[in-house]
């Protein structure tokens, strides 16, 4: 969750490279930031060395980056940073990573929880170690300078991971060594390569300016990095390990707003683009796939938030399309649901970040089953990549807003061929997906684009909008709820329509925003009368439908694509949460108690 960044190398202005990096890794969500740099040689006689800026220089804030720079920085070569999400200890920045050891020769920053960082403190207290903040993170720096005084940082580093308990991340920058020393378990870490230069990251796409050759950090992986290079180990037995370092297919471009003021509003326009690539890739791995499935013993899907949401799509998919039932399971409950799993399932995982915990423990819990994994997964060698015994890439490219779009339609693509695939008409799938791609490009286009702004702006002050469908309506319902929730924090509930009277309908009142999700498929009779249901109570009736029907207040043309149409459907409510979320004033790429990637369970 939190956002990390490392440089070691020739340039002499280490915690400008630093910060840039941390702003492109803002949108992970945070509420403080810190960055320490080791001052060059030349520049030490510069320094005013106030408390603890002796070896190591560190400026902690509290709130956004926003403006501030590290112009007060002296020169440096050697420098890493922190976004911090406060888990343990306030929003202080006192608590905000770097933390220093006692000497002030050794800094740390942590991604994750120490579970047995309570019994560790006591420990250290007595050895007389000097605490001054509430986090978990300084009892691993104080650990690891017990251990320092007579070996050296790396060795240290190892011994204290080792002992420390939970799934975390750590960096260490040893002022003394000119070197930073990384340790993974769990929260994900990858090291680029650079020339006579290198770099280390919560996520890729901040290391992507620099270079594309970079090693996604296994589990009990540790590093050492410096200007020299990188050498990585094993963190239990010490062994070096020898890497192939992996080319990233990502330009620096994909993570550049360019011409749009956010990147949601990008990468929901993106979507046309990507989704003609999906139409149009080699569909060998899908067939391979499909027979994989048709052979399972039961199919599960998994995953969390909007991927969930893809996997319940996928089910009705599945059911229609192939004529196959597969089940579908949120990722923090699959484990309570999975004693039927046997050696002869499946299960399907999808994750965008692939390095979402819940999801992982649910592949880990299947594994243990036995269980065969395959991961639709949009960042190649994430954790659930590397860990599935078969995958395919979404191939939306990085996603930056905290808010998934792309990623989701990508999804839905892929599971549409998926099920052509195993009813024996993949071709048939990319020809609905076309037609899918036609009606989309008319949504982000005017007129439809300009109306949905204009509804956005009339539904800024709404207390809570509620959306119905059916059928594959409805996990775009869903969908489109949680877009609305997540960045313009209205309350938005998406209904299975025959739900209705059990129960939502009590919430209609005169001028309740009710988006009605009627396409041209079996639903649109029974749902037309559930939007009549809410016009009675006075509800303010949205049609999202391929026409216009007497019921609708307000009426968004979406075009047909049969069993594609959740596609378009789902990018105009996109487009409608976005602008809400932009007439609220609100900054949809970063909302409030949010983090892109949930690395803790
Ligand atoms: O990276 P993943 O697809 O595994 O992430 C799953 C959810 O955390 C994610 O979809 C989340 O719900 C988004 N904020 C939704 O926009």
Redesign the pocket.
């Given at each position: 969750m939190c956002g990390i960044f490392g440089y070691a190398g020739k340039r002499k202005d280490a915690a400008k490279v630093v910060l840039k990096g941390l702003k492109t890794l803002e949108y992970r969500g945070y509420d403080s930031w810190g960055i320490a740099a080791v001052p060059a040689e030349s520049s030490k006689t510069q320094i005013s060395n106030p408390k603890n800026q002796k070896t190591i220089f560190i400026k902690k804030q509290i709130g956004k980056i926003g403006s501030a720079n590290v112009d007060d920085f002296p020169q440096s070569s050697l420098a890493f940073g922190h976004t911090r999400w406060a888990t343990h200890g306030g929003v202080t920045a006192v608590n905000a990573h770097p933390h220093l050891d006692c000497t002030g020769n050794l800094a740390l920053i942590h991604n994750g929880i120490i579970e047995n960082y309570e019994e560790k403190r006591k420990a250290l207290k007595k050895l007389k170690h000097r605490f001054v903040s509430d986090t978990d993170t300084e009892v691993a720096i104080h650990l690891i300078e017990e251990y320092a005084t007579n070996q050296l940082s790396s060795k240290a580093m190892q011994k204290a991971f080792n002992e420390l308990t939970g799934l975390n991340a750590f960096i260490l920058l040893s002022s003394p060594e000119k070197k930073l020393v990384i340790a993974r378990n769990g929260s994900p870490l990858v090291v680029g390569y650079g020339d006579g230069e290198n770099f280390i990251a919560s996520d890729p796409a901040a290391i992507l300016p620099y270079t594309r050759q970079v090693h996604f950090l296994q589990d009990n992986e540790m590093a050492i990095v410096s200007d020299k290079g990188i050498m990585v180990f094993d963190a239990v037995t010490g062994d070096l390990v020898e890497v192939e370092k992996q080319h990233l297919d990502y330009t620096p471009e994909q993570v550049v707003l360019g011409k749009y003021p956010h990147y949601m509003l990008k990468e929901i326009h993106e979507q046309p683009a990507i989704l003609s690539s999906i139409a149009a890739i080699d569909t060998t791995p899908a067939k391979k796939i499909a027979d994989i499935i048709k052979t399972s013993r039961g199919t599960y899907m998994v995953?969390?938030?909007?991927?969930s949401y893809a996997c319940l799509a996928g089910s009705y998919l599945f059911s229609m399309i192939a004529k196959r039932h597969v089940n579908w399971a949120l990722g923090s409950e699959f484990s309570y649901q999975l004693d039927f799993l046997t050696d002869t399932s499946l299960v399907i995982a999808?994750?965008?970040?692939?390095?979402?915990m819940d999801?992982l423990v649910a592949v880990h819990k299947a594994k243990e089953k036995n269980a065969r994994v395959f991961a639709l997964v949009?960042v190649e060698g994430s954790q659930l990549y590397r860990e599935s015994d078969d995958t395919l890439v979404i191939g939306a490219g990085p996603e930056i807003a905290?808010?998934?779009t792309k990623?989701f339609t990508g999804k839905l693509a892929h599971l549409l061929l998926l099920s052509y695939a195993m009813a024996g008409d993949v071709s048939d799938g990319q020809k609905i997906l076309l037609r899918a791609i036609k009606s989309s490009k008319k949504i982000l286009s005017p007129p439809t684009g300009s109306k949905i702004q204009k509804l956005g702006s009339s539904l800024k002050d709404a207390e809570h909008i509620f959306i119905i469908g059916r059928g594959l309506s409805y996990p775009a319902s869903l969908e489109i709820a949680?877009?609305i929730k997540?960045i313009s924090y209205i309350h938005a509930e998406g209904i299975a329509a025959g739900e209705l009277k059990h129960g939502p309908l009590a919430m209609v009142e005169k001028g309740t925003p009710c988006i009605v999700i009627a396409p041209n498929d079996n639903t649109i009779d029974a749902v037309l009368a559930g939007a009549m249901e809410m016009k009675a109570r006075g509800g303010y009736i949205i049609g999202f439908s391929n026409k216009h029907h007497e019921v609708f207040d307000t009426f968004i043309p979406i075009p047909d694509s049969a069993e594609a149409s959740i596609i378009p459907t789902v990018i105009a409510g996109q487009l409608l949460a976005y602008e809400i979320a932009v007439a609220k004033g609100l900054d949809p790429d970063k909302p409030r108690n949010?983090a892109?990637?949930?690395t803790v369970k």
């Open positions: 995953g969390c938030g909007t991927a999808l994750s965008q970040s692939g390095e979402t999801t949009n905290v808010a998934s990623a949680l877009k997540e949010l892109k990637s949930v």
